[in-house]
């Protein structure tokens, strides 16, 4: 399988020439070693996850990055260690060049303090997320929506023809003996487990700690730990309510998303595409999915996301609000392959409720009719961002 060319390469090349430190992020095994030795492949390599080459850079930085000083470097997996960050601000503060080290990390909470104590306007932050729609059509257009469910986006599931179930298996296993060993310290494993696949089960759903709490066996203060701990090691998200109030956004219960919908449905225990053809959590996967290329859109610009829903207290909801300044696009997404005009009742009531703050109502759905009904653009979520205007 040639490279597939990602979306973030050209902010990216943008912010390497102002900034004397790019910093990727992201989940494990999205492709951010391959876009670094691509994009700056006449900087040298280095990999911390190396125990040999982490003995030396923790023990002995100066002597470490003394082989990078006239070149700069890409460093992999900087989290393992962290305290390189301050020695690079003086290499960096000596000889002010631009795009000068690069480097990647899968772990948000090792990574950010560190970089906001000793890069602070030296580095600038991208998140590398798994392919997107318009990445993996370039790879094959055909794939069906039940695949894209099944398979996910993860790359190497794609550049190494690796079967589905078999990556998702090892993926997760290696996250909780790496990541979630070395974020917290767990007395037992399967309580862990038994949270993160309920979490599954609550795919587009208002995140509850008590509820969780109750289910799996520990306190509410554990599950909102555990949230966190999905949260910086990019299994999870959480899509906060819209509030004209910013106060109620930070208080009000979030929706709880995953970045891959390939993972999500490993945990739900789907083992072949007919399982998700008739799995009930089937329109909550669809769902996640659509959410995750709106997300993707934002950060492959190095943009801030800006989405929520919207639900009132009438239980009207809108399942998606990107903001722009003072105005939205409200976005309603339907798994059908068949279009209704019922789809277009609660965009039309949010249109009602904010006036003339609405830039856009969008239907999106897996039906191949795209058209216009009632001011809503019904589109197809394939050709999403493959258009210049929706």
Known sequence: MDLIDRDIEPALLHISKSFSVVVITGPRQTGKTTL???IFSNKPYSNLELPDVR???INDPRAYLQNFEDTGAIIDEIQYAPDLLSYIQQIVDNNKRKGFFILTGSNQLLLLEKITQSLAGRAAILNLLPFSLH??????PHFTTNEYLFHGFYPAIYSNNQDALFFYRNYYATYLERDVRQLINLKDLQLFQTFIRLCATRVGQLFNASTLANEVGVSAITIKSWISILKV????????????NIGKRLVKSPKIYFHDVGLVAYLLGIENI?????????GELFE????????KNRTNKGLEPHLYFYRDSHQNEVDLIQTSGNKFDAIEIKSAQTFHTKFCKSLNYFENLFNKRINKKIVVYAGDMETTYNGCAILNYKNLFLRKKL
């Open 233 to 244: 090691s990019y299994v999870i998200y959480t899509l906060p309510p819209y509030y004209e």
């Open 36 to 38: 670094c030795k691509k």
């Open 288 to 295: 996640n999915l659509v959410i995750n290329e709106y997300m």
């Open 55 to 57: 003995d030396i850079a």
């Open 274 to 282: 007919s399982h998700v053809k008739s799995h009930p959590l089937r």
């Open 135 to 140: 990445e993996l059509n370039s790879y094959n």
